[in-house]
């Protein structure tokens, strides 16, 4: 008679892609079921975990950056192995997962961004803010960029964290930088950059604006950093006055743009604005290069869903930039047999159990966290939740899967067919050697650490 699954005999065999937060949390949940033996392997792109946590959190955020530790005790369950340096769909493919995994949770969050759709938008020096944050994050895909900081004047499209972290970058004093963990490389073009002057647009008023209280108070602590809004853009319409009350961190926004507004203490020669109700309709260029940027007034229209629109008036104004970066939001990118909805841009799904078309039938064993179970929403702590109630739902489906077949439980077949195909995989133990090494060169700095970009280098440290 077959044992029953998830029982010490014939342990619960999941994997997990991606190592980021939502992969972290899902793994946590899954240990802390209680009756629960389950043991994960966590399949990651690069040799080094995190995800965003790494690649995306801007380096002078070092506080949020300390949640790495829980996921560092998790990784320390006898039950977890980390697959680092594995590429699902070219290193290990769908098939093999199928194959000697019970169930497969995708923690692949939303990997490409989201297009503003307008005449001149593909120029040289337009970019999404997701490259920038990359490049000065020192993530491998982008590492070779090169930016052109030459310009005086870089507008910036979105309300967004992801915005705000653009934008204090690009004003940050680069000796102030260079006490965080961005990229050595970063620092010295940093250096160098003749930007004076970034405009965040936002399509919407300051109420709906979607940065956090925090990452707008921290332009106000910039030492030669000014901060410009028009106190005509913080008289609210109708509706945004009677949102306001009931939301505790737009209220917050308000009070300091307010501030920033009325008292408008000039500090060096760097310079943020804030601007409110405009649309970018058009890239403008000269030479092939971003020249300027043609935006247009909105007003703020309710819905009949409730959600307060920006609908354009007809009025124009064009900027001088000489550089534009949007952050108008990511979407996911789909992976080699895993159903993708393009239209969301998420695996589809109800529950976590990952559907083979949105409203379609449930595909058994398969399960999804994070940006790619719900869209790019909500900060790091926001996936834990997420990922646990994805976990319940894998959990509450043991009973009725009949598991892989006993001959392919053995936890080594898996490292065998990777050593089989030449794939250097690297261990959560070769990544401490990673971390010491980045550490180590860090202290040299002054800083907490100076980050290795190119994986064949991170191999290489292994390898010493």
């Not at 969050?109 to 020096?125: F, T, V, W, Y």
Request: aromatic letters at 8%.
């Amino acid at each position: 008679m077959e044992q029953k699954l998830g029982t010490e005999s014939r342990p619960l065999r999941v994997a997990i892609i991606g190592a980021g937060p939502a992969g972290f949390y899902a793994t946590e949940a899954l240990f802390k079921t209680s009756g629960l033996v389950v043991q994960v392997d966590m399949f990651n792109r690069f040799p080094t975990p995190y995800g965003l946590v790494r690649e995306g959190v801007a380096p002078d955020h070092q506080s949020i950056k300390a949640v790495t530790r829980i996921y560092d005790k998790t990784a320390e369950n006898p039950n977890f192995r980390y697959f680092g340096n594995v590429t699902l769909g070219k290193d290990v493919t769908h098939a093999d997962l199928k194959k000697y995994y019970d169930q497969i949770i995708y923690a692949v969050g939303a990997q490409s961004d989201r297009k503003m759709g307008i005449p001149g938008e593909d120029l040289e020096n337009s970019y999404p803010a997701t490259v920038f944050v990359g490049w000065y994050n020192a993530h491998p895909d982008y590492c070779d960029l090169e930016f052109d900081l030459s310009c005086e004047r870089v507008a910036v499209v979105g309300n967004g964290n992801v915005a705000m972290d653009v934008a204090r970058i690009l004003v940050t004093e680069p000796d102030e930088l260079a006490k965080t963990d961005i990229a050595d490389y970063t620092i010295e073009k940093l250096r160098q950059s003749k930007v004076k002057e970034v405009i965040l647009l936002g399509r919407r008023g300051p109420v709906q604006a979607a940065f956090t209280h925090p990452e707008l108070k921290e332009f106000g602590e910039l030492p030669n950093v000014t901060v410009v809004i028009d106190p005509a853009a913080l008289e609210l319409d109708e509706h945004s006055a009677a949102a306001l009350p009931s939301d505790k961190s737009a209220t917050k926004n308000v009070e300091t743009m307010r501030q920033y507004a009325t008292n408008p203490h000039v500090k060096g020669d760097r310079k943020v604005e804030f601007r409110y109700l405009v649309s970018p309709v058009e890239v403008i260029g000269k030479d092939g290069k971003v020249a300027a940027v043609k935006i247009e007034k909105n007003r703020l229209e309710k819905g009949a869903d409730g959600s307060i629109k920006a609908v354009g008036t007809g009025e124009y104004e064009t900027l001088e930039v000489g550089m534009i970066f949007r952050s108008v939001g990511y979407k996911g990118a789909p992976l080699a047999d895993v159903p993708f909805d393009s239209k969301s841009g998420i695996i589809p799904n109800v529950a976590g159990r990952v559907t083979e078309s949105a409203g379609g039938a449930v595909v058994a064993g398969e399960y999804v966290v994070g940006w790619a179970k719900r869209g790019p929403s909500g900060i790091i702590g926001t996936n834990k939740p997420d990922s646990a109630a994805t976990v319940v739902s894998a959990v509450q489906d043991v009973s009725e899967l009949d598991g892989i077949a006993d001959e392919n439980r053995n936890p080594v077949l898996i490292e065998n067919l990777l050593q089989e195909r030449g794939i250097k995989y690297v261990t959560y133990a070769d990544w401490h050697v990673i971390n010491k090494a980045e550490i180590a060169r860090g202290e040299q700095k002054g800083s907490p650490r100076v980050k290795f970009y190119r994986v064949p280098d991170m191999l290489e440290v292994i390898n010493k």
